[in-house]
């Protein structure tokens, strides 16, 4: 059974995901710049936004999914999530504006969100294999 908080939160990721990606991709260096960045790739920062709109809006899709398709969903967001944290932090290490800090926080928590309810839908059962 899916819990009804991770329902609700796979809607607040949609909703969080959308209005960054949307500035992202249709204003890429605006949005950059006024976010800090000196030096903006608006191919590399238009395929984050794509990548925002995937995800976001597979949240916003999947919510009433079974619980099987909810761990997927949870492990794919896992790694983006902790690849992205990851990431983050490490490029504000490097000298990147401090709202990548703040930025590197919100994949963090999302991770950490995700990461509970993959831990507390536990593994599932192991998929059956062809003959």
């Not at 960054?20 to 960045?37: D, H, R, Y």
């Not at 920062?45 to 009433?64: D, H, K, P």
């Not at 619980?67 to 990431?87: E, F, H, N, P, Q």
């Not at 932090?89 to 994949?107: C, H, K, N, Q, R």
Request: with cysteine; glycine share 10%.
């Amino acid at each position: 059974m899916v819990p009804n908080g991770l329902r609700t939160w796979f809607v607040i990721h949609f909703v969080a995901d959308t209005l960054f990606a949307i500035p992202m991709f249709f204003a890429p260096v605006f949005t950059m710049e006024l976010l800090g960045w000196t030096v903006v790739d608006p191919v590399a920062t238009r395929l984050v936004g794509a990548a925002l709109f995937g995800i976001g809006i597979e949240s916003l899709l999947g919510r009433n999914a079974n619980v099987d398709a909810y761990r997927a969903m949870l492990r794919m967001k896992s790694i983006w999530c902790g690849t992205a944290t990851i990431g983050l932090a490490w490029s504000a290490l490097e000298g990147g504006p401090p709202l990548v800090w703040a930025l590197t926080g919100v994949f963090a928590v999302f991770c950490a969100v995700w990461n509970k309810y993959r831990i507390q839908l536990g593994p599932g059962e192991p998929a059956e294999t062809a003959a």
